[in-house]
């Protein structure tokens, strides 16, 4: 019998994963979609980018860093369930980037490098995830390294993130003598992820065997307290995001991994209600919506197109389906949505709520953008961050400022960088979150534009989106700041700074205008 839509949403499932640089978010990546069977050989994943890399002349920037610059999404399908992994920049100069594809996921795994603990970057991307609500599975990695305390770590990630734990495995040894996981809630163990099924087993001492005669003990004690001391797993704690079921594993050396992906299709949420401006949709609703939260440039260098990644928030898209773009209230033609696999893209005739497809355009779409079948709906909550970079651009053949214009406008379109019309005519001023965003910017001006550019010190250092209740208000301030007042992409009234100290004097003088650092797109 063909599957109804509701039961096509229901098994989906939608996720980021969430980590510092290097506690192993890339090999679990490979690991999933190699054990999820999307790919043959781990390592896919990074032939895959490296390739990308050499093809194209920007990247050049991420590969001399080793950082991931492009976001991108990758599925696969795992008894039954369909698994949609966003994934996102590491670095923290991109980090607008990683905010905004967090609007898109419905859970997190949170990636803890079990020698370190919780590092600076998890810290802040959990309060991302918490600011909206995400639950998160925690997934302590390295176990076959040197590690804490596996009631340390939990101890840690209750204290800093204020999150219950629920450890549903537990480590089988330490470092060179790890060798797989007690599964608390069922009894079974499982060594290595290349065992597809755990084994059911009569109590810890049979586990124990596996390890040194001087070991065996304190797993058992261990195992005992874990049962007495942790919390039972709640799974309407978890979906609240009160509590993390834990487990322990080695990404690299094929650890932990299924246990993953099992709990991922156990207790991970479908794809979620999202709000927008005049009512909240849920994602087994007949018609299709889906918003953009990132354009990704040149993934083919062949064809100069933008993908923009649509996640579908409900109903079902049909290739060749036409949707209403409410930004503009235009009708737009879905004739190439594509899916991403590890190692290929391929034409989706068919995507549901939780989907995540790219839609090829010219410059139609942008982030934040809403696709609905004619209602005319507006999600809300991709949000831009105000930039903590102000720049003014510098062309060097002065001849091309028109084509510079273009350039700037594409780009902050695209979301890699954020432009700002000055009110009093004078030149533009590009923002940014991270200073690697202008090596990404000066780089693809020059390869893609043949626009060679340096940046000036504006006189400006923050910027917030001013409003007001009364128009009257907001009229005055800016008339009267008019030097000071720049329109972004969208023609939003922004106020620009000298510094912090003049920021919080102009607030303060004016209590009427409202002044944030961080806007919803609309
Ligand atoms: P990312 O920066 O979070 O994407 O981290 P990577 O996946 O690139 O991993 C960073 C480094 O840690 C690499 O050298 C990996 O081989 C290594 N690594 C990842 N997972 C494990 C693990 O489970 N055990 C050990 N020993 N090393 C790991």
């Not at 969430?18 to 090999?27: E, S």
Request: overall charge negative; proline content about 5%; aromatic content about 8%.
């Amino acid at each position: 019998m063909a599957e109804t839509l509701a039961e096509a949403v229901s098994r989906r499932r939608t996720f980021a994963i969430i980590a510092h640089p290097d506690a192993g978010k890339t090999t679990l990546t490979e690991k999933l979609l190699l054990f999820g069977g999307a790919i043959q050989l781990a390592g896919e994943v990074k032939a895959k980018k490296d390739r990308i890399q050499t093809r194209s002349d920007w990247m050049k920037i991420e590969r001399e860093r080793g950082i991931s610059v492009v976001t991108s999404v990758m599925t696969f399908e795992y008894e039954g369930n369909v698994f949609n992994i966003l994934d996102t920049p590491g670095h923290e100069d991109f980090a607008d980037d990683t905010y905004r594809t967090l609007t898109a996921v419905d859970a997190a795994v949170m990636v803890i490098d079990a020698a370190k603990g919780i590092e600076p970057r998890t810290l802040k991307l959990f309060e991302v995830c918490r600011m909206r609500d995400i639950p998160i599975i925690t997934f302590i990695n390295k176990m076959d390294r040197e590690s804490r305390d596996p009631f340390e770590i939990l101890d840690e990630v209750e204290e800093k993130l204020a999150l219950d734990t629920a450890p549903i495995t537990w480590p089988v040894g330490r470092s060179k003598t790890f060798c797989g996981s007690y599964n608390l809630a069922d009894n079974t163990y499982r060594g290595s992820d290349t065992q597809v099924e755990p084994t059911p087993v009569n109590g810890p001492q049979a586990v124990a065997d596996h390890l040194p005669e001087n070991e065996r003990q304190v797993f058992i004690d261990e195992l005992e307290l874990a049962r007495e001391a942790c919390r039972p797993f709640d799974r309407e704690a978890f979906l609240e995001g009160h509590m993390t079921p834990v487990f322990f594993g080695s990404a690299l050396k094929n650890f932990g991994v299924r246990d993953l992906i099992n709990a991922l299709g156990a207790y991970a949420p479908p794809p979620r209600d999202q709000v927008a401006d005049i009512r909240t949709v849920h994602a087994a609703e007949d018609k299709m919506t889906a918003f953009v939260f990132k354009i990704q440039a040149n993934m083919d260098p062949n064809h100069r197109d933008r993908i923009a990644f649509a996640r579908i928030c409900s109903g079902k898209l049909e290739r060749g389906m036409k949707a209403r773009l409410a930004r503009t209230g235009k009708q737009l033609g879905l004739t190439a949505p594509q899916f991403f696999f590890a190692s290929q893209r391929q034409l989706a005739d068919t995507a549901y709520a939780g989907d995540v497809v790219g839609i090829p355009n010219h410059g139609t779409l942008r982030i934040g953008d809403t696709l609905t079948e004619g209602e005319p709906l507006v999600f809300q909550g991709v949000p831009n961050f105000s930039p903590e970079i102000l720049r003014r651009v510098r062309l060097e053949d002065a001849m091309k400022a028109k084509k510079l214009k273009e350039a700037l406008q594409q780009m902050a379109e695209e979301g890699v960088v954020q432009l700002f019309q000055p009110e009093d005519g004078s030149p533009a001023i590009v923002g940014v979150v991270g200073a690697l965003q202008l090596d990404v910017l000066k780089e693809r001006l020059s390869a893609e534009y043949g626009l060679p550019v340096s940046f000036e010190m504006s006189r400006f250092s923050v910027c917030r989106w001013i409003s007001a209740e009364q128009v009257a208000d907001l009229d005055k301030f800016m008339s009267s700041h008019r030097g000071d007042i720049c329109r972004d992409l969208d023609g939003d009234p922004v106020f620009m700074a000298q510094d912090g100290f003049s920021l919080r004097y102009e607030s303060e003088r004016s209590p009427a205008i409202k002044m944030v650092a961080i806007k919803e797109y609309h």
